[in-house]
Structures are given as structure tokens and as C-alpha cells.
């Protein structure tokens, strides 16, 4: 089957740095997205990873491995906006837009 | 902004109502999606529509009906909802069906009483 994971809860303090993790097991994968949901509004796009590698936006960087179906998301700097919710989701060579989706891991950063 | 709404943004019914969903997209895209959120699940696909035809139906109950008149408006009938149906209602659009980006709406919190 089909099956991503992702820790449920992380907590983090402001100018810190926090690395959410997201393993997937999942047939025919294609690439990985990042977004970014606050609380009662829309998921935003953060990235979206096909090779390997190490990809930096600002202070925001995203991480694939898929020899190990791992990728990670490293925020930087953290500031009090950042507390959200991170969802990792992966695209498949078979479906041109069916994603799998993590249950998403709440980021709280505290002063 | 996202360039996608949805409205209403919260909605309380009881199981015989019949009520909709509205979303529209202001990106000249061709695809869009409802999806449901529940808290602490990934997001569960329920319909996508390409260029106005839908492509996908997730063995979704017969109590969600989506229309879509044109490539920038999606609606989602709901009739004789069940409470466990109360949850995040998002609607996406992306610019096709390949594997783009998604843009989301706010979503609309819908409670079934």
C-alpha cells in the first residue's frame, strides 16, 4: 500500500532551527511537496522535490532521498508566523494527480 | 490570497438539509479539486475535474454531488449528510493535471448536526 508519515507534533523556540521529517513507502514515486497550512486557512506551496538533493529557499530548504523515501524540511531562523502546520505529499508516476498525503506535523515555536 | 475562494466559510446543517459548497479560481487554470480534511488525517481526495470534466471520483458517497459549469467554478451538493461528514471541506485548482502545484482555498468548516 500506499502510506506516509510524519511526526504528529514538534515544538521549536523562536530563532532556532527545526527539521520536520516525512517517510513514504509508496509505488511508482514520482516527487515530493511541502506545504504549509496555518490553522483555519488555505495550505500553501512550499516546494516540490524530484532529485535528490538539497533544495534552499530563503530560510526554508527541502531535502529528498529517494534510495531511502525520505525527505525532511529545514526551517531556519525560526520566527513566531512560522507555527503552522506541515504537510509532505508525494506525486506518482501512474497518476497524474492523485497525491498521498501525510497527516501533517503542527509546528509550535515558543518565544 | 491564494487566488482561489470558497464560500461559505462555515456552515452548520442538519442531516436533511440540502446545502452547497462554492469555489472559484482567479488563475486561468484548467484543473480543480475538493478535498476533505478531518483533524489528524491526511487529505482525502473526493473529486477532479479537468477542463470541466471529472476525472477522478473516489468512491465518494452519493451524498456529495460536484458540479463544474466552467473551468473556473466547482460546486459541492450535499444532501442528507451524516455527522461523521463534518470536517474541512478545501477546494484546489492547479494549472493541469499533470503533477502541478495545487493552490488552495480557505476551505469551508462544515458541522452536521
Known amino acids: 500500500g500506499q502510506n506516509i508519515d510524519q511526526p504528529t507534533e514538534m515544538t521549536a523556540t523562536e530563532g532556532a532551527i527545526v527539521q520536520i521529517n516525512c517517510t513514504y513507502q509508496t509505488s511508482g514515486f514520482n516527487g515530493l511537496f511541502w506545504y504549509q497550512q496555518h490553522a483555519g486557512e488555505a495550505p500553501t506551496f512550499l516546494s516540490y522535490?524530484?532529485l535528490d538533493g538539497l533544495e534552499e529557499k530563503g530560510r526554508f530548504s527541502s531535502f529528498l532521498s529517494r534510495s531511502k523515501g525520505y525527505s525532511y524540511l529545514l526551517l531556519k531562523e525560526l520566527q513566531m508566523k512560522d507555527s503552522a502546520s506541515y504537510l509532505c505529499a508525494v506525486s506518482l508516476m501512474d497518476s497524474n494527480y492523485q497525491l498521498i498525503w501525510g497527516a501533517g506535523t503542527k509546528l509550535i515555536i515558543k518565544p | 490570497e491564494t487566488g482561489v475562494t470558497q464560500t461559505p466559510r462555515h456552515l452548520v446543517m442538519g442531516m436533511t438539509n440540502k446545502k452547497s459548497l462554492k469555489c472559484e479560481q482567479h488563475l486561468g487554470h484548467n484543473a480543480m479539486y475538493w478535498y476533505k480534511q478531518s483533524a489528524k488525517k491526511p487529505l482525502e481526495l473526493m473529486f477532479v475535474?479537468?477542463?470541466?470534466?471529472?476525472?477522478e471520483n473516489n468512491s465518494v458517497p452519493s451524498r456529495f454531488s460536484p458540479e463544474c459549469p466552467n473551468s473556473s467554478h466547482l460546486f459541492l451538493h450535499l444532501h442528507t449528510l451524516q455527522p461523521e461528514d463534518s470536517a474541512l471541506y478545501l477546494c484546489?485548482?492547479?494549472?493541469?493535471?499533470?503533477?502541478?502545484?495545487?493552490?488552495f482555498g480557505p476551505g469551508t468548516r462544515l458541522l452536521v448536526l
Open positions: 475535474y479537468s477542463l470541466e470534466e471529472r476525472v
Open positions: 522535490n524530484v
Open positions: 484546489a485548482s492547479s494549472q493541469g493535471t499533470g503533477w502541478e502545484t495545487q493552490y
